[in-house]
């Protein structure tokens, strides 16, 4: 999978989350992985123009805690308008019943926020452009 992953052609993505400075670190992390960010947002409210259907990316990152609180909805109209596109959550959340309530068919990815590894962020983008599924590891209580 290793070799897989290293070869793949540039990836192109976009990114919602409220919180900007969180928004602006993300953006560097994915530049310095090579991973082109197309877009970035502070909200989903107006998803349709975050999104170019005529240049569509390859993944879009999604905080889970966007300001209007239904996120998950969004992501799941996102998927249906653009089935193409892999989406990834971004939370806090870290406690595994909150992770476990985050899963979904359209979900190819959950990056807890508070953990931001560069590393990890790029491999799980370059995992959910393949179509492989990632999922944090997490503590149950």
Not at 36 to 45: A, E, I, P, Q, R
Not at 48 to 62: E, G, H, K, Q, S
Not at 73 to 96: C, G, M, S, V, W
Request: net charge positive.
């Amino acid at each position: 999978m290793q070799n897989e992953i290293k070869s793949q052609p540039p990836i192109k993505v976009v990114v919602a989350d409220e919180k900007d400075v969180f928004l602006k670190r993300l953006v560097d992390i994915l530049t310095k992985a090579e991973i082109t960010v197309m877009n970035t947002c502070g909200d989903l409210k107006n998803w349709d123009t975050f999104i170019n259907p005529m240049d569509l990316p390859d993944v879009a990152l999604l905080s889970h805690h966007m300001a209007e609180k239904d996120s998950l909805n969004r992501a799941r109209q996102l998927k249906e308008k653009y089935p193409t596109i892999k989406l990834i959550l971004l939370t806090f959340d870290h406690e595994n019943t909150r992770i476990e309530g985050m899963k979904r068919p359209f979900v190819h990815g959950i990056i807890i926020k508070s953990w931001l590894d560069p590393k990890e962020i790029a491999f799980c983008v370059r995992l959910a452009n393949l179509g492989y599924i990632f999922y944090p590891e997490t503590k149950k209580k």
